[in-house]
């Protein structure tokens, strides 16, 4: 290989475990998650790797080093186009534990600085949808989540809700809306009851699907009062852990118009 003075260097944080993260780079079908249908790679010294773009441009190389679920090197030219060659620069991805979940390194070494100016833009997108595609699996059970949470408001039995919270959310976990300052499961649970107590009979739905994000999930909910009839309507955004716990849950609600 030709000597590769130009380096791009990017970094991300993952809200995943190294060794989940880590499976995007040896299996195939992932690989393909967050490079597109046709995208493949051969997890060993040696192996191919092989990256479908749009349009048809084909990427290519060999896999250098991997020491999972620290580190993959792997090689990089365009078997069609006519940018760099194949073989022709090197990529190392190094992961490291980090309080998110995984910090991810990425450096790109080239020949040349021009094409290696031309995949900075290249490197932001496609690491953007690496992010989402390991989020998309890690926290795929995310509506059961917020349905999870919403029901525990409702329980009545201390001991019941708060282990109900402790299943879903982290120990620390904080609550903010308009009416709460909350840290803590303890906390939590306490004004769960003092809402039943002060709002009898109402009862929080998710309402539609969440939208989810790199760990951030927003869940559209509606209220409803003791006879059923909707009362309030809102969002939370919850924040997850790598675990796919509630870190933290804050509240925005519609309030009902006051005459």
């Not at 880590?22 to 393909?32: C, N, P, Q, V």
């Not at 201390?158 to 803590?184: C, H, Y």
């Not at 675990?243 to 118009?257: C, K, L, S, V």
Request: aromatic share 10%.
């Amino acid at each position: 290989m030709a000597p590769l003075p130009h380096r791009l260097d990017r970094t991300a944080e993952i809200h995943a475990s190294r060794e989940t993260v880590f499976r995007f780079f040896t299996d195939s079908a992932r690989w393909a998650k967050w490079w597109g249908a046709g995208s493949s790679i051969e997890a060993r010294p040696g192996g191919k790797v092989l990256i479908c773009n749009p349009g048809g441009v084909e990427t290519s190389g060999e896999v250098l080093e991997i020491t999972p679920p620290e580190r993959i090197v792997f090689t990089y030219g365009f078997a069609s186009g006519k940018p760099i060659p194949p073989g022709s620069s090197r990529v190392t991805i190094t992961l490291e534990p980090c309080e998110a979940g995984t910090r991810l390194h990425l450096q790109h070494e080239f020949p040349d600085a021009a094409v290696r100016n031309d995949h900075v833009q290249g490197w932001r997108y496609q690491l953007a949808l690496f992010g989402n595609a390991v989020a998309d699996e890690v926290f795929a059970g995310a509506a059961n989540l917020a349905d999870a949470w919403f029901e525990a408001w409702a329980i009545a039995d201390d001991r019941a809700r708060e282990a109900a919270f402790a299943k879903i959310a982290a120990p620390n976990v904080r609550f903010r809306d308009r009416f709460s300052l909350l840290e803590g499961l303890a906390d939590l649970s306490a004004h769960a009851a003092a809402c039943q107590r002060f709002m009898p009979g109402v009862r929080m739905h998710r309402k539609g699907n969440p939208r989810h994000c790199q760990g951030v999930v927003l869940a559209d909910w509606i209220a409803t009062d003791g006879d059923g009839r909707e009362c309030m309507t809102g969002t939370n955004v919850f924040v997850l852990s790598a675990e796919a716990r509630i870190i933290t849950a804050t509240g925005f609600a519609n309030m009902p118009a006051t005459s």
